[in-house]
């Protein structure tokens, strides 16, 4: 799938993420991957650690150097009704400036109210106003930044009444209208369909495989509700649960070999247990390759 | 059916403002305010951790049960305008002089202060520092009218207290030396920087921290010397672009540039 207005010609080719599994970088890891060159594909960090200067960013300066790195932004609040933070968008502009990412992602959800950012990645509900919106956002960010960028799905524990759209569909719909592509989180597919009873199956079916640039993979925790109902919640704490790795199967299935992202942010682990997990991921992409499956188009 | 903008306004009042009364009218049956506790509390808990990552003697001082109520405290009035949350807490320092709980502690909205030009320094972009050979050039009417940019790193500090002294003591846990402060030895006069070495908080004389405020400030080289009486201005300057304090100079005396961020 091609943008009208935009094209990726601003990465080069020595930056692209390849169809292979790669871990979230973290900075109690900074030091280890400097020292041991982890044989890993790619990595991904949180583009606002990487804003200004520092200790942080000479560690990616050097680190980028051997290893294809993309941008995943927690902050820009695509969804907000008020507009897009611009000075946050010339932030991340810069950073990816200096950083020269394969990929450049951001969530769909919002923080930005009032002028007030609420530190968390908020759920939106799924209307044509919020997809005009978001729409509107992505084509901006597109272009100001001159490239085009994903679109991850989110993790959800609450739905509102006057939702018409299911959120696949909003998924697709943004990618259709903006030629973004879908940054397709199975752990939050698998959060979402349980706490709301959707079905995960038909939510992967839902998702145009040619949009589908990147997959993340990554723990979360259970909790009980009052009423005798459990909750999934996101919280990146945790290894890949067996359910989320099932669905991450059906997912390669569907899309073939895609990028793949061990995502681990809170009770962070030892550097190896990361790569363990990206490896089991990378075993599985593998699989998904010699099953001869048609695939989209991943680049 | 409310619009995004209301919706989301709803949203900030049930999770900031605790009134679930609005939003609890978009949401689906069934759905208590349990769920919305988890957006509420991954709020708190990612914005004291903010706060924690920039002022770690703070807690340290308090312990962390005090800190944690005093972040709850500071967010509910203070919540952050920017994504860029290693910026988060400006006014943190500011708010803990307020805080009746901490007035016990009479250094501690000082060590904040430190901790606050610590954090910037160690966030701040990085630029190439100006050399002495590229102000070589100007005339000596030049010299005067000249004014400059400090490093974006660059924060000063003052305390009645020996902040410095008590930051380092409590963040590796040197208890030795934490009591062998003297409390009443009179103000510090701090400089705080990232250079080539890492963080570096250095103590200043009072004359030379206040020259080079002045230079921070923007004022021109001719105003901040004769504002500082007895000093050698000269041998002062060129230390300081020495240790790659600035990264530009100006001529223009009515359009000094920009200051660095307040300490």
């Known amino acids: ?299 | 059916m409310p619009t995004l903008l209301e919706l989301q306004r709803n949203m900030r009042a049930a999770l900031v403002e605790r009134d679930v009364g609005p939003i609890g009218e978009s949401l689906i049956d069934g759905i208590g305010s349990e769920r919305l506790d988890i957006y509420r509390n991954t709020i708190l808990s990612g914005l004291t951790k903010a706060l924690r990552l920039a002022f770690p003697a703070v807690e340290r001082l308090v312990g962390s049960e005090f800190f944690e109520s005093a972040a709850d405290a500071f967010i509910a009035e203070h919540p952050p305008r920017a994504a860029y949350l290693n910026r988060y807490g400006d006014e943190f320092p500011d708010f803990l002089s307020r805080f009746p709980p901490a007035a016990s502690l009479s250094y501690l909205a000082d060590v904040a202060s430190l901790e606050w030009a610590v954090n910037c320094a160690l966030h701040a972009p990085d630029e190439t520092p100006l050399e002495l050979s590229q102000l070589a050039a100007l005339s000596p009417d030049e010299q005067c009218r000249v004014s400059f940019r400090a490093h974006p790193s660059v924060g000063l500090a003052r305390s009645d207290f020996p902040v410095d002294g008590i930051w380092r003591a409590v963040l590796s846990g040197d208890d030795g030396a934490m009591a062998a402060l003297d409390l009443t030895a009179g103000p510090v006069f701090l400089l705080v920087e990232r250079g080539e070495a890492g963080l570096e908080v250095t103590r200043m004389k009072k004359s030379a921290w206040e020259f080079v405020g002045a230079l921070c400030r923007g004022e021109p080289l001719l105003s901040a010397t004769n504002a500082t009486l007895g000093l050698d201005a000269a041998n002062l300057l060129a230390e300081q672009l020495a240790c790659g304090r600035f990264v530009a100079f100006a001529l223009n005396t009515h359009e000094a540039p920009a200051s660095p961020e307040a300490a």
């Open chain 1, 1 to 299: 799938m091609t943008s009208p207005v935009v094209s990726p010609t601003a990465v080069t080719q020595a930056s692209l993420i390849p169809a292979k599994a790669g871990i979230g970088l973290r900075f109690q890891h900074h030091q280890s991957v400097i020292d041991i060159q982890p044989d890993v594909a790619w990595m991904e960090v949180h583009t606002e650690n990487y804003m200004g200067g520092g200790t942080a960013l000479r560690y990616l300066d050097a680190i980028r150097r051997d290893v294809p790195i993309s941008l995943h932004g927690v902050g820009l609040s695509l969804g907000s009704a008020e507009g897009l933070d611009p000075a946050h968008l010339e932030r991340i502009r810069q950073v990816a400036e200096r950083i020269e990412p394969g990929l450049v992602s951001e969530h769909i959800a919002w923080s930005v109210v009032g002028g007030v950012h609420l530190a968390d990645l908020l759920p939106l509900p799924m209307t044509e106003e919020a997809l005009d919106v978001v729409c509107r956002h992505v084509d901006q960010v597109q272009l100001y930044l001159n490239r085009p960028i994903l679109v991850e799905n989110p993790s959800t524990y609450l739905t509102f009444r006057h939702s018409t759209i299911p959120e696949w569909e909003f998924m697709a719909a943004v990618a259709a209208r903006t030629g973004c592509g879908i940054l397709c989180d199975v752990n939050n597919i698998y959060v979402s369909t349980q706490n709301h009873d959707w079905d995960a199956s038909a939510y992967l079916a839902g998702l145009p495989p040619p949009a589908i640039r990147e997959i993340h993979l990554a723990g979360h925790a259970v909790r009980q509700l009052a009423g005798g109902r459990t909750l999934r919640i996101d919280d990146h704490a945790s290894s890949v649960a067996p359910e989320v790795w099932a669905l991450y199967q059906e997912a390669l299935a569907r899309f073939g070999p895609v990028p793949t992202l061990i995502e681990w942010d809170n009770n962070v682990p030892p550097l190896e247990t990361l790569l363990k997990e990206a490896q089991h991921a990378q075993a599985l992409i593998a699989a998904a390759d010699n099953k001869g499956i048609a695939h989209a188009d991943a680049a």
